[in-house]
């Protein structure tokens, strides 16, 4: 044989460490004048985009962020978010983006877990500063003040996010990546334990996803995206990554809702969206008068549920086609797509609904996608029947677990990430879920971990033992359902006990219902979620 | 800072080599019965395709094919040269594509230089092997006979294609690369010096380019490509894979004739080819009659040399939306483009292609082209006058020359690749081709080596001294022109020294010119190209 191995490795010349930074600086390079960003009266080109991500860089490398070093955002879908995806890599740190969901309990603990030396916060949530400051006080805090923000809003951190900017001192301070396996971002998931973990994303995968996401949607140069999906879910599905590689224009977003988001699309000519199963509802379902005048074809994705019949048949209506995808924070959000295939056009929409509510094939960068016999790893027979774990591997999942290399091994035991999803694979390869081997309920497109609220709902005095389960919600895909024993001498109300899990819970994860009584269990003592599951369903369905 | 690194590694489920023998793979299993190929009447499917692949890769790994072992292939556009260019990788072997228009000299120099151990030759080709297997007694030749081919050849190889794929015992006996740095690819260029250098391609740079390609061209799925341009030139470009991540259709092609390709673009509604100049003006340039019937938008990519005003005149008449690109054997062909503005829509024809003449801006997956004053290595003035050395550097450059360490190195001095060619830059950032430093001619897309010509013009016993320069031609970009010294006690006529040469080179090859007389010299006797070059044109512009 030749030998091509010799004198031939990798340089300066002919190696680069992947990463999407780069889609920023080409898409500045060739398109400057082009619109990044719309957010109220913003237009900003992608020249400004690059020149402030430069200076926030470089503001972070003065406050002594280098490579490994957190910098937690917690911000709604605004112009500072997008910036801090390019910002804070090219500084070296690692972006965590914090759900502005979570309680300030949750969020503490994402910032002390994720060791964060700096927070952009948005003035919205400037009420847990001080909590934070306690926990965390040598913790830098910018103040972001968006435009579409509150106003008149006090001084609240070390710093303000414009003057940090402004103070930056050299825009050539800024760095690539060493090794594209470098972290870029970490991303906290409640799991299947009450303790959130922290998804450790690197720079290869972030750029694959978002050439991925390109090519599943056949996403021409210059779309225009309307930011409804949360960038702090998964980096926004990498897409803040897609739109600078295409030279998009970022539609910012601080809050969904149907009108404005319905004005937006109409406004601005929004050619791409992604959403959960509620938002892509409300979009369908809103008043006829706020949807005409969209006369522009439109694209979305949805991911967590598949798109009802309803849903779907309103979106083809308005000439809005929505492609499931499927996956999970440790994916990078979707690398699973359910690729519709022309022939689906000649179906019934009830057909089709079913053959779209299938999670589908691998997408185009990601190595595998397969349904395995969890016990001996033999993959499931393509009939639809036979029932298996769903399993990833390739460049589309994270690099692993921050500080959990338990957590880790395990997520990626035989080479596959185990996605603890449980489901069938058809004779044309695509595969679909039938139940959650997790314990995690999926509500509004948020994660829940059911451990998490079990936890809470033990803690109450009076309660003896307590199971929380999913139920499918017509809104919220899913809700978390509570089954409860009290203590022998003791009593308790709903409404009580619910008051006490509002009290230590985000909202999202507060138990829709709580129903009193004997658990049922195995032989063993271990509670039985499937049977609890069967009955939740029967008690909801008559409230 | 948090700890990124620890436990964090990568493995079997958070990393797969980049390759595009996955294209392929994935596309057979979403779109298997999709058509892939159109040859003549052949109509074969991705999954056939597929399928065939792996036939091939296990029937060579039967005869001894494994890591690094090189296949060459001597074929032009057909359905076995497609194959080959996954089948080949699938074996774990490095495919060397042949430029057929090589004489049977260049061509046994680089079998022997890349150590070849199979060729899969076209029957067209069939008179080569007694010469070759003179040289290379064990080389096992495999016969393909083109179902558009020579009809009643005679029996010349050691096995025939369809009989060696038939012959696969076991179609899941292919590998994947162990790393993504392994050689897929190698691809004879003629250099500065008489001998082809052996261009390395490794499978992260195929996958990343052919990502590229599509990037560029906003190109959606099934796209229908008609395979005007070589193969054997970098890999078509690296559109076989492409096309494969693409799901789309090659439409083969064994030799381009304007009449055939404008029926098979009007029959297949060909929506994407990539060509040498020559042949966008030939299809520019074709009677109205042939053209007619072609109502579908086309788009073309051009290299080798800016597209005239007349050619681009006439595409934009018919609709053809031509793309100027650049790039080298080094860089996978061309990973820099001469992206077209809108506001360009409203200059004038002439105006709109002089701005279409740059060579442009680095590619989307590139990571940098630059004009350096090549002694000090510092960047030229962008106003269109500073001249210096176009340099690429990224995923999109060569792994190096085969067993050339010395050549390799010279060619990334100081971390860029030197393509050779002499240029500036402009404000807008654009470079564009002023002069080559290096001694190549491009002749209808073809590289020739100046040195090889006056190597063999300097071995006429007559000759004294000889040099040889590239001189503008409407048809073909650049023809060689000769400048030759007779020696004091000889005499030739031009005629018989255009003999000589067609003797002893590839017909492209052979000087269109002969011009006799003094050379001239600088004060250490080095000869004065740059003046040859006027010299040259003067004449030119007399005959």
Known sequence: MADFDTGLARNAANHAPLTPIDYLKRTAEVYGDKTAIIHGHLRQTWGKTYDRCRQLASALRQVGIGRNDTVAVLLPNTPAMIEAHFGVPMSGGVLCALNIRLDVEGLIFCLQHGEAKVLLVDSEFAAYIPRIKTHMPTLNVIQVNDLLGPVDVAHYGDDEYEHFLARARNTDDWVWPDDEWDAIALNYTSGTTGNPKGVVYHHRGAAINALSNILEWDMAKFPVYLWTLPLFHCNGWCFAWTIAARAGVNVCLRKFEPKLCLDLIREHQVSHYCAAPIVHAALAHAPEAQKAGIEHSVKGLV?????????????????????????????????????????????????????????????????????????????????????????????????????????????????????GDLGVQYADGYVQIKDRSKDIIISGGENISSIEVEDVVYKHPAVMNAAVVAVSDEKWGEVPVAFVEIKPDASLTEQALLDWCREHLARFKVPKKIIFGELPKTATGKIQKFELRRLAKEHTSRI
Chains 1, 2 share one sequence.
């Open 303 to 419: 991911a967590g549920a598949a798109p009802p019949e309803a849903v779907l048949a309103s979106m083809e209506q308005m000439d809005f086609d929505i492609t499931h995808v499927y996956g999970l924070t440790e994916t990078y959000g979707p690398s699973a797509v359910c690729v519709a295939h022309e022939e689906w056009h000649d179906l019934s929409i009830s057909e089709r609904a079913s053959m779209k509510a299938r999670q589908g094939m691998r997408g185009s960068l990601q190595a595998g996608l397969q349904v395995f016999h969890e016990e001996n790893m033999t993959a499931v027979c393509a009939d639809g029947e036979d029932m298996g774990e769903l399993m990833f591997r390739g460049n589309i999942v994270m690099k692993g677990y921050l500080k959990n290399p338990e957590a880790t091994q395990k997520a990626f035991a035989d080479g596959w990430f185990h996605t």
